[in-house]
């Protein structure tokens, strides 16, 4: 399985709800990843897990919390977000030791998330 | 300040035509780079890989080349198809650590029939 899965596919939100998103894989990775992407935009990296614990956040908002509760799934909990954080949230991973040399990262499909 | 260019911006040519996508940067210490597939909407896939030794490589209809002396990569698409429409994204590593990938900001391909 080379697969990453991540639901929902699509999420409308106000600014006052509280949503989450997830993220799923079975390659037995260890290191999983959040990214943000606007349109015609290159995706930029958010969060970074190791070993199911927070290695980097590249000065993410606290509306955007993290979770790993184990090491195949990823969540990202959304609240209080505001319109311009609507992205396309894509998740990786790859394995541990980050993508250099040849861990390859393997991307799921993204949650487009519109915040009203 | 780790930078990779890409151009052209956007593409459009004939179904069964060829193209060639360029790639150009500036990442320190290079590691690999790495062609990605991008669909709209959806999530990037990679099509190849290359270290510093490696000046080619295949998969299926797409060639990457890598110099790495000038810091330049092509990806050249053979006998394209009306699915080959997407974003090509060049993503350079640098050794080592976890957010260390450089993203190109991408070339728009239309495939038209």
């Known amino acids: 399985d080379t697969e990453v899965t991540q639901t929902p596919k699509h999420l409308v939100m106000g600014m006052t709800n509280k949503k989450s998103l997830k993220c799923e894989q079975h390659m037995g990775h260890r290191a999983m990843y959040w990214y943000k992407q606007k349109a015609k935009k290159p995706p930029e990296l958010m969060f970074v897990?190791?070993?199911?614990?927070?290695?980097i956040n590249e000065s993410v908002p606290s509306r955007f919390s993290p979770e790993c509760p184990n090491s195949s799934l990823l969540n990202l909990h959304l609240h209080a977000l505001q319109p311009e954080d609507s992205a396309l949230y894509l998740c990786?991973?790859?394995?541990?030791?980050?993508?250099?040399?040849?861990?390859?990262?393997?991307f799921g499909p993204g949650t487009r998330l519109t915040v009203l | 300040k780790n930078q990779v260019e890409q151009s052209p911006q956007s593409l459009i040519i004939l179904e069964g035509k060829n193209c060639t996508l360029q790639c150009n940067y500036t990442v320190s210490p290079f590691s690999n780079l790495r062609w990605y597939k991008q669909d709209t909407g959806r999530g990037p896939v990679s099509l190849t890989i290359m270290t510093f030794s490696e000046n080619t490589k295949s998969n299926g209809r797409y060639t990457a080349t890598l110099d790495a002396d000038t810091k330049q990569s092509s990806l050249h698409i053979t006998a394209s198809q009306l699915s080959d429409s997407a974003s090509y994204i060049c993503?350079?590593?640098?050794?080592?650590?976890?957010?260390?990938?450089?993203f190109g900001k991408g070339t728009m391909l239309l495939v038209s029939p």
């Open positions: 897990y190791s070993y199911e614990k927070l290695s």
């Open positions: 993503v350079v590593s640098a050794n080592s650590g976890y957010s260390t990938l450089t």
């Open positions: 990786a991973s790859s394995q541990a030791g980050g993508p250099s040399g040849y861990n390859e990262q393997f």
